[in-house]
């Protein structure tokens, strides 16, 4: 049964455009790996598959089906470093259904809805399309922008509020880090950016953010990620902005095309602008986590009061 579900969703992964490549002597919990073709192409998009079939693996519980794994193939499949699919399969039917399980075991347990592992039945491999079938590995280009036109872009993309006047190019630049090797996002990064351009403008008006603005935002991630420009992990990403429902912060590291937008922007910037003042519109800004919050003095006293009473034990054996 289980080789006959393998079988059956490896081709049924091929009719929407991907290759399936099964793993001789299958793996703990990891049958074999999938990559997402884009106009013929591999696109680099790689995700690991667990396939199980029958009608014993169908737990139903009205929406979704339920699914409970053995403690190993959680604990393995949480730290897995690609995305991992969990694929039911109904032999009466000939339906397949999936869930990304990475994705649901790094939901910190106190915000997952269940105990168990959550198959929507509507999500099935005969009605969706391979780009949204690997969504939690974020938006897959095969039209990737040279420099000139990116940077045109970024500074194009405004949030089209005079409340909250930022382009994904203030965003990335102002976001360069660690020798411009990673790039910073986070609210608090657009918040200030926005409130600085605002005093500059000399606005009687305060930061103004909605949905709308919030969505800008995501779309600027969703651009990073589009023009392979950062790694960013938006299996990760998409906890904060689905689950919790807050706009998410990361450090990513730049791609070798994000490295050589930065150098082409220094060329860019030499050519425009000149070398007046030593400054450039590509460098990176320190990051430091700062003590600010009036709890902190206190807190930093009672981590180290912490570890004292937690060691006092074994010093005095």
């Given amino acids: 049964?289980?080789?006959?579900?393998?079988?059956?969703?490896?081709?049924?992964?091929?009719?929407?455009?991907?290759?399936?490549?099964?793993?001789?002597?299958?793996?703990?919990?990891?049958?074999?790996?999938?990559?997402?073709?884009?106009?013929?192409?591999?696109?680099?998009?790689?995700?690991?598959?667990?396939?199980?079939?029958g009608v014993s693996y169908l737990h139903d519980k009205g929406?979704?089906?339920?699914?409970y794994p053995e403690q190993k193939h959680k604990m393995y499949w949480e730290c897995f470093p690609l995305p991992v699919y969990l694929f039911l399969h109904d032999p009466d039917s000939s339906l397949t259904y999936y869930t990304d399980v990475r994705y649901y075991l790094n939901i910190p347990e106190r915000d997952r809805k269940y105990s168990y592992i959550p198959v929507p039945k509507s999500q099935r491999l005969d009605t969706i399309s391979g780009e949204e079938f690997m969504a939690s590995?974020?938006?897959?280009?095969?039209?990737?922008?040279?420099?000139?036109e990116i940077i045109k872009t970024m500074a194009r993309e405004h949030s089209g509020n005079g409340l909250f006047p930022l382009t994904y190019l203030d965003l990335f630049c102002n976001g360069l880090t660690n020798l411009c090797r990673h790039i910073?996002?986070?609210?608090?990064?657009?918040?200030?950016?926005?409130?600085?351009?605002?005093?500059?403008?000399?606005?009687?008006l305060g930061v103004g953010v909605g949905p709308c603005e919030h969505k800008f935002l995501n779309n600027y991630?969703?651009?990073?990620i589009y023009q392979n420009l950062a790694r960013i992990d938006y299996s990760d990403y998409?906890?904060?902005?689905?689950?919790?429902?807050?706009?998410?912060?990361?450090?990513?590291?730049?791609?070798s095309r994000g490295r050589g937008l930065v150098e082409y922007m220094h060329q860019l910037e030499a050519q425009?602008?000149?070398?007046?003042?030593?400054?450039?519109?590509?460098?990176?800004?320190?990051?430091?986590?700062?003590?600010?919050?009036?709890?902190?003095?206190?807190?930093?006293?009672?981590?180290?009061?912490?570890?004292?009473?937690?060691?006092?034990?074994?010093?005095?054996?």
């Fill in 184 to 204: 910073y996002f986070g609210m608090s990064l657009a918040f200030e950016l926005a409130d600085i351009y605002l005093g500059i403008d000399e606005s009687e």
């Fill in 137 to 148: 590995t974020g938006p897959i280009s095969s039209d990737l922008l040279d420099y000139p």
């Fill in 1 to 53: 049964m289980e080789r006959q579900g393998v079988l059956v969703v490896s081709m049924q992964l091929n009719k929407i455009g991907f290759i399936f490549r099964e793993t001789p002597n299958a793996d703990v919990g990891i049958d074999g790996q999938i990559e997402y073709v884009v106009d013929g192409n591999a696109s680099g998009r790689l995700a690991a598959a667990q396939i199980k079939s």
């Fill in 272 to 317: 425009l602008l000149g070398d007046y003042e030593q400054i450039s519109v590509a460098s990176e800004r320190p990051m430091q986590m700062l003590f600010g919050v009036p709890s902190d003095i206190p807190r930093i006293f009672k981590i180290r009061n912490f570890g004292r009473v937690l060691l006092k034990p074994d010093m005095e054996t």
């Fill in 238 to 255: 998409l906890i904060d902005w689905f689950e919790r429902e807050i706009q998410p912060e990361y450090i990513a590291p730049l791609t």
């Fill in 221 to 224: 991630t969703r651009f990073l």
């Fill in 63 to 67: 929406s979704h089906w339920a699914f």
